[in-house]
């Protein structure tokens, strides 16, 4: 993964403290097609412009950044009453919430800084989970979605709630590892959990790896960047030695080996060269494993471009099965031992009765794959 | 002091603006910087005569801050925005503080119907180029 010179220069001023050139934010801005240019990139230009009190943005450029901007933290709010809603229910149950991924940002990592989430994302125990999911389907405005190997979908009146048991998605089950060092603080008048520092730190490379895997979120190439300056910034976060350590511990120190070198080259202060090197540097089977995911990757593209292309096909639930099967294999290729002795998909044949008919099998076949990778 | 009326509104304050978002009727409330900073004091504990001075003494006796104040209060009372409560002696100073300017601006927000029809409108090709979102194209 390779960033351009531009997006790592907009990075760079966006984290730079208080000094931020006006003529190095020209030079930025220089050939600025905005008709052109993603959506996320001109809401981190928004973030520069408010950030430098619009000093050498030209005036065209900023109606429509700010709009951007106001646009984006309306989408981030869509729904959150009715989140509080819920998390206020689980609470009054005597159930422990965390809130994790673009939520956690939102409420304590980086709050009141916009970043379009899709839907929100809430971890109980566990052991809580059934009782967690019923009460939360009872919810006014709730209904059920799909369950998969590690949350429930719930469908909320504007925005899906993941209410997951498990936090990492794949590897082995380190939750209950994440939930002993949880931060807790209070949020709309409950005490709720976050990820610890470190945790969030190692879940966010952990997402942003399945997104690179999945060649999904392929517009969204600057925000996890962000979500863990942020982060590290906030955890204060200085041993990488430690977070080494962690990411082993949890499974996922090949993902902060794959992706940190980037993090590096973009905010050297916060992880230099040096510590990079020494602490992230792959070692054989690292090779090996990232052979393996070249593999998984092309069958996951493959099977994508198959289902893209075989749209208004319908085909019987037999084939269905053969192509999930098929899926599963490259699938716990990339998920490790866990999600092989895992057994059969939580929730399948259920969600074929519920939704084969609406589209085709190919169309219910990736919403679904869509659910539990 | 004035609470927001949580049973219909969620308000969020960023960068100081707040955005309003009342989930019952579907409608945005999108306040500027300077109304931005009076429903911050309203909101935290100021009460509306501190409110009412504290922009008297930024802004000199002249400046209609009586009538300004009470005119944006009663809009955001009317659009079950705020609810009232006791006034718990908070220093209305720093909010007035933030204003910037010469001469106190006229107070008050605008109004969107439907945030899930704003929410679809792309932000950047479909919106007025000298206003931005969520003011569509003519």
Redesign the interface.
């Known amino acids: 993964m390779e960033i351009g010179k531009q997006d790592k220069t907009l990075l760079r001023l966006l984290f730079s403290g208080s000094s931020c050139p006006a003529d190095e934010v020209s030079s930025l801005l220089a050939g600025l097609d905005?008709?052109g240019?993603r959506?996320e990139r001109?809401l981190l230009l928004a973030l520069l412009g408010?950030k430098t009190d619009w000093r050498a943005f030209p005036a065209?450029l900023?109606?429509?950044?700010?709009?951007?901007y106001?646009?984006?933290?309306?989408?981030?709010?869509?729904g959150?009453?009715?989140l509080?809603g819920q998390i206020r229910r689980l609470a009054a149950a005597g159930i422990p919430v965390m809130i994790i991924k673009g939520m956690a940002m939102r409420t304590y990592y980086a709050?009141?800084?916009?970043r379009e989430m899709s839907d929100f994302d809430l971890a109980v125990p566990k052991e809580r989970f059934e009782e967690a999911r019923d009460l939360a389907l009872s919810a006014e405005g709730a209904a059920k979605a799909y369950d998969s190997i590690h949350s429930q979908t719930i469908i909320g009146p504007?925005k899906d709630l993941d209410l997951h048991f498990r936090i990492f998605k794949y590897g082995v089950n380190t939750s209950p590892l994440i939930w002993e060092r949880a931060a807790a603080f209070e949020y709309e008048g409950v005490r709720v959990f976050v990820p610890a520092p470190e945790d969030m730190f190692i879940h966010i490379i952990d997402n942003k790896a399945r997104d690179e895997i999945r060649g999904e979120h392929t517009g969204r190439r600057l925000m996890w960047l962000c979500d863990l300056e942020r982060v590290a910034e906030k955890g204060d976060i200085k041993d990488w030695k430690s977070v080494r350590d962690r990411a082993e511990e949890l499974g996922s120190l090949y993902y902060l080996k794959d992706l940190l070198p980037v993090f590096s080259e973009v905010f050297p202060e916060r992880l230099p060269p040096a510590e990079l090197e020494k602490y992230f540097t792959k070692d054989a089977a690292d090779r090996k494993k990232e052979r393996q995911l070249s593999e998984y990757k092309r069958c996951f593209k493959d099977y994508r471009d198959y289902l893209a292309s075989h749209k208004e096909e319908k085909y019987g639930i037999s084939r269905a099965l053969r192509a999930l099967s098929f899926y599963r294999r490259t699938y716990s290729l990339y998920a490790g031992p866990d999600y092989r002795s895992a057994g059969a998909p939580v929730g399948f044949i259920e969600f074929f009765r519920e939704t084969h008919h609406e589209g085709s099998m190919a169309a219910f076949l990736l919403r679904y794959i869509k659910k539990i990778v | 002091m004035y609470i927001f009326n949580d049973n219909k509104v969620y308000a969020d304050l960023a960068d100081g603006q707040y955005i309003v978002l009342n989930h019952v009727s579907g409608e945005y409330y999108a306040f500027d910087k300077a109304s931005s900073a009076v429903l911050e004091a309203l909101t935290s504990g100021c009460g509306r005569e501190d409110v009412a001075k504290a922009l008297a003494e930024r802004f000199g006796e002249g400046c209609g801050a009586d009538e300004k104040l009470s005119a944006f209060i009663d809009s955001l009372l009317a659009a079950e925005m705020l609810l009232p409560e006791g006034a718990s002696g908070q220093d209305a100073a720093p909010f007035a503080e933030k204003i910037e300017g010469e001469s106190l601006p006229e107070l008050g927000f605008e109004r969107f119907t439907d945030v899930a029809d704003l929410l679809m409108m792309d932000p950047i090709h479909e919106v007025d180029e000298d206003m931005g979102w969520p003011i569509p194209k003519e």
């Not at chain 1, 106001?70 to 869509?78: C, E, F, G, P, T």
């Not at chain 1, 709050?111 to 916009?114: I, L």
């Open positions: 905005i008709d240019e959506a001109l408010i065209s900023r109606p429509r950044l700010e709009g951007i106001r646009s984006m933290r309306l989408r981030d709010i869509y959150v009453p009715w509080n709050p009141g800084v916009p504007q």
